[in-house]
């Protein structure tokens, strides 16, 4: 999260949880008393030393790609499929792209401009929102298990495709005006 | 174990990446530490926050609403229910993951939770507002949400017919 273009994120979502759990905290030491309360912060503390090592090298692996993989050179690949093979190769580079959301859009956005293709941007962005391998194996799987995730992810293995597909429909029926006009 | 080796397999992606990075002598592995120091302590109180409050939130759910909303036997109104509250989640990375799972453990249904997992992961509106928005014409963002409107739905109700 280093080249954040700017970083507004004074965070209402983070303190909007910080309250939520503080006040949660409370409500049980309040409700069950001490021993309920360590309780619970013990058996989550060894879900959270479960998790830390795995977001270390899943921010690792973020940084390395953003440096060893020029932007361009994603963008030109993917640009270059038309029909299917520009849906399936989105689709592959949102499932295997261990990024954030200031790499995702920026390079989404550079499809829609360089191949003017807003199917192949819209497979790119939900490939990586529902089936993201790094996002899965970071933070999913040791909130839910592999059971739960590899399900959730079977059964949205088609999404990315049918979403780019319709996108690009849709896209082509909009006139120039019509962008322009939504764009206000 | 298998977590373990999932972790495992990690890192040897990171050692991979590496040694490519170490090998181009122009700094990019020092570059790549640094990146990795700021990102992994921006996300450190989130993922506090974030493990431990979806314990105690679980803890203070309560089972009948749980059961009654987003229940296993609450139907397609239960997946309409799981689907609005995903949108409504705030992103960032720990947030749905840790009220999914807190939910889960108080009686939500499989399928609903994928609901709820999906639309978070699909419309999650902060994230739309801080990125997305700013970085895409907004014809583009419009035009994504209204196609992947259904996909919550379908998605959850493959989960149902499968388990």
């Not at chain 2, 506090?48 to 296993?72: M, N, S």
């Not at chain 2, 583009?140 to 379908?154: A, D, E, H, T, Y």
């Amino acid at each position: 999260m280093s080249d954040a273009p700017q970083r507004r994120r004074i965070d209402w979502s983070f303190w909007s949880v910080a309250i939520l759990s503080g006040g949660a905290a409370g409500l049980v030491l309040h409700r069950e008393g001490w021993a309920v309360f360590l309780e619970v912060l013990a058996e989550d503390s060894l879900l959270f030393v479960e998790i830390v090592p795995k977001v270390l090298a899943g921010t690792l692996i973020g940084a390395l790609v953003r440096l060893l993989v020029p932007k361009e050179t994603i963008a030109a690949s993917l640009g270059a499929g038309s029909s299917w093979r520009g849906l399936l190769l989105a689709t592959a580079a949102g499932i295997l792209i261990p990024a954030g959301p200031f790499t995702v859009f920026p390079l989404a956005a550079a499809l829609l401009v360089a191949g003017a293709d807003a199917g192949a941007a819209a497979a790119f962005i939900s490939a990586w929102l529902l089936l993201g391998i790094n996002r899965a194996l970071v933070w999913e799987i040791p909130f839910f298990g592999a059971h739960f995730v590899g399900l959730r992810m079977l059964a949205s293995a088609w999404a990315p495709l049918a979403i780019g597909y319709a996108a690009r429909l849709l896209a082509a029926r909009m006139t120039p005006a019509q962008k322009a006009e939504a764009a206000e | 174990m298998i977590l373990l080796l999932l972790t495992a397999s990690l890192y040897v992606v990171v050692a991979a990446l590496m040694v490519v990075a170490v090998r181009r002598k122009d700094g990019t592995a020092r570059k790549a530490i640094e990146f990795t120091a700021k990102d992994f302590l921006h996300l450190l109180p989130r993922l506090v926050l974030g493990v431990i409050g979806a314990g105690y939130l679980a803890r203070i759910l309560p089972q009948d609403v749980v059961l009654a909303l987003i229940g296993p036997d609450s139907g397609i109104r239960g997946l309409l229910a799981a689907s609005v509250a995903g949108a409504l989640t705030p992103g960032g990375p720990v947030v749905g993951f840790a009220l999914g799972s807190a939910a889960l453990k108080s009686g939500a249904g499989y399928a609903q939770i994928t609901a709820f997992v999906t639309a978070w992961s699909l419309f999650a509106l902060n994230r739309t507002l801080i990125w997305e928005l700013p970085m895409m014409p907004s014809w583009f963002v419009r035009l994504r949400i209204l196609v992947s409107l259904p996909v919550p739905l379908i998605v959850a109700a493959l989960v149902m017919l499968a388990a």
